[in-house]
C-alpha cells in the first residue's frame, strides 16, 4: 500500500500535458469557451485604440485653463461636439474646447478633458471654473495594452473574462489543445443500465454515469463504453479498445481480491506497465495505476478505479481529476489539487490506518470554512448521501479522530 502523497506524486509524474504542437485544434472564438490556450495570443489592436474621454466634459488645451477658477473663469468657444462613436473633424486651437462625452475621441489639439461638472455653458461658450490637473481624464492610446505584445498566454483557460478581452481584440481563431479523451468502463456480471428491469443480485451500473458527468466536467471528452462482463476474453478486448481510442482510461470494478477480478491479468497480458496496486486511503484502497506505451505521441494512462461507486469517485476526485487537468494543458495552480483548512462542525472518525476522506459539503461561514459531514452511513457502499458533496475532510494516517470544532483539511471538490 503506498502513502497518499507518494500515490500521488506518482501519478502526476505519469501525467505529461499535451503536445503544444501536435494535439492542438484552431477553434472559432465562439466555440473556444472552457478551452485551454496553447498558443499565445497577440492582437493587432491597441487598447485603447485611440487618445479618448474618461468623462462627460469638454476637451481643452491645458494652457487655457491651468490659472482658471470660480472667480476667474477661462472662457472657451465650443467648436466640435463629440459624442461616443464619432470621430472629430476639427482640431482645439487655444481659446477653444469640445463638447465631449465618455469615450469618444479626443480631437487634435486637445490634450485634458474638464469634467462637467467644473464647467458651466453659456451657448456656444464653456465656463471653466476650476483647473484640472495636466492629461486629466485622458485615456491614452495603447496604455492598457499595445498592438503586437502578447495578449494571453499559453495554458489560460478560456471563460467569460478572457472571451471578452478576445473578442474587443479581434481575435476569433485561436489555437488551443484539443480535448484529452477519456474512456469509461464498467465491468461486473452484476451491473445493468439504468432503463433495464433489476433481477434480484443486480446492481445498477452508475459509474458510467457518474464518470461521464466527471470527464465531462473536467474538461475532457467522455468516451462511455458500456458494461463489460466479468470474463477475461470480453474485458480483454475492451481494454484493448479502450486503449486505442484514448488518452486516459477509467475502469471501475474488478481491482480486488476476488475470484472474478481479471483486470490485473489482462493489464499485463496486453503489455502496461502497472505503477500503483494500491494505495493507503479510505475508500478506494484497489487502485491501479498503469500506463500503455503508445507508438506515436503520448501514452495512455490507465487507472482502475474500485468498483464501488464512492471508492470511484473519491479516487477520481483525489487522484484522477488533477492528472487529467495536467495532462490537458492547465497550468500547476490550476491542476494541483486545492486543500482548505475548515473548522469540523461534526465529529470525524477513521481506523487511523488509511488517510480517510469523509464526504460532506464545505461552507464558507463569516469568512471561515466549515466541514459538515454529510448525514447516514459513511461506508463507501453507501452512495446516496455522496449527492451534494464539496468537499473532502482528510483524517491522517495515525489519527483516529477529530473532533467537532477543531480544523481539518478539505479537499475541494468541484464536480
Ligand atoms: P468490485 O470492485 O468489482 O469488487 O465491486 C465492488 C462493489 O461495487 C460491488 O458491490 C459492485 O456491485 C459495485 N459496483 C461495481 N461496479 C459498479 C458500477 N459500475 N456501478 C455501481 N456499482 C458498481
Ligand atoms: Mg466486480
Redo the contacts with the bound molecule.
Keep these: 500500500m503506498l502513502p497518499v502523497q507518494q500515490a500521488e506524486s506518482i501519478i502526476l509524474d505519469l501525467a505529461q500535458p499535451l503536445d503544444k504542437e501536435l494535439d492542438i485544434e484552431v477553434i472559432d472564438l465562439l466555440s473556444a469557451t472552457g478551452r485551454i490556450l496553447a498558443a499565445p495570443v497577440t492582437s493587432q489592436l491597441d487598447f485603447p485604440h485611440w487618445d479618448n474621454s474618461a468623462m462627460d466634459g469638454y476637451a481643452v488645451l491645458y494652457t487655457d485653463v491651468q490659472a482658471c477658477s470660480e472667480e476667474q473663469p477661462a472662457i472657451l468657444d465650443i467648436i466640435e461636439e463629440i459624442p461616443a462613436g464619432y470621430q472629430p473633424q476639427k482640431t482645439i486651437q487655444s481659446g477653444q474646447a469640445a463638447r465631449i462625452l465618455t469615450g469618444a475621441c479626443m480631437p487634435g489639439g486637445a490634450d485634458t478633458v474638464v469634467m462637467q461638472e467644473h464647467t458651466k455653458r453659456e451657448g456656444n461658450q464653456v465656463l471653466i471654473l476650476q483647473a484640472p490637473k495636466p492629461q486629466a481624464f485622458v485615456r491614452h492610446r495603447a496604455s492598457y495594452y499595445q498592438a503586437g505584445m502578447p495578449l494571453l498566454y499559453p495554458g489560460i483557460q478560456l471563460t467569460a473574462p478572457e472571451i471578452a478581452v478576445l473578442a474587443a481584440a479581434q481575435c476569433t481563431q485561436l489555437t488551443v489543445y484539443r480535448r484529452p479523451k477519456v474512456a469509461i468502463l464498467s ?2 456480471d452484476e451491473l445493468v443500465t439504468p432503463d433495464q428491469p433489476l433481477q434480484p443480485g443486480q446492481i445498477v451500473d452508475s459509474n458510467q454515469y457518474a464518470l461521464t458527468a466527471f470527464v465531462t466536467l473536467s474538461g475532457a471528452v467522455p468516451l462511455p463504453l458500456g458494461i463489460v462482463p ?1 470474463e477475461p476474453e470480453a474485458l480483454e478486448k475492451a481494454i484493448a479498445s479502450a486503449i486505442a481510442s484514448a488518452d486516459i482510461v477509467l475502469s471501475t ?2 481491482v480486488s481480491v ?1 475470484d ?2 481479471y483486470v490485473d491479468r489482462i493489464l499485463e497480458e496486453l503489455g502496461a506497465q502497472i505503477h500503483i496496486r494500491s494505495v493507503a486511503v479510505k475508500p478506494g484502497k484497489p487502485l491501479r495505476v498503469a500506463t500503455f506505451p503508445r507508438e506515436s505521441g503520448h501514452q495512455v494512462l490507465y487507472f482502475g478505479l474500485p ?1 464501488n461507486p464512492v471508492s470511484a469517485l473519491v479516487s477520481c476526485w483525489r487522484f484522477v481529476q488533477p492528472a487529467l487537468k495536467k495532462l490537458s494543458g492547465l497550468p500547476q495552480e490550476v491542476w494541483q489539487p486545492k486543500f482548505v483548512q475548515a473548522i469540523a462542525r461534526h465529529n470525524l472518525k477513521s481506523d487511523g490506518r488509511r488517510e480517510s476522506y469523509l464526504w460532506g459539503q464545505l461552507r464558507l461561514v463569516e469568512g471561515s470554512y466549515e466541514f459538515h459531514l454529510s448525514g447516514g452511513s459513511h461506508s463507501s457502499g453507501n452512495l446516496i448521501n455522496l449527492a451534494q458533496t464539496t468537499g473532502l475532510a482528510v483524517v491522517p494516517v495515525g489519527q483516529t479522530f477529530i473532533p467537532s470544532g477543531e480544523l481539518v483539511q478539505v479537499l475541494v471538490v468541484g464536480c
Aim: proline residues 0%; aromatic residues 12%; without cysteine.
Design positions: 465491468t461486473g466479468d470494478g474488478g476476488g472474478y477480478d468498483g
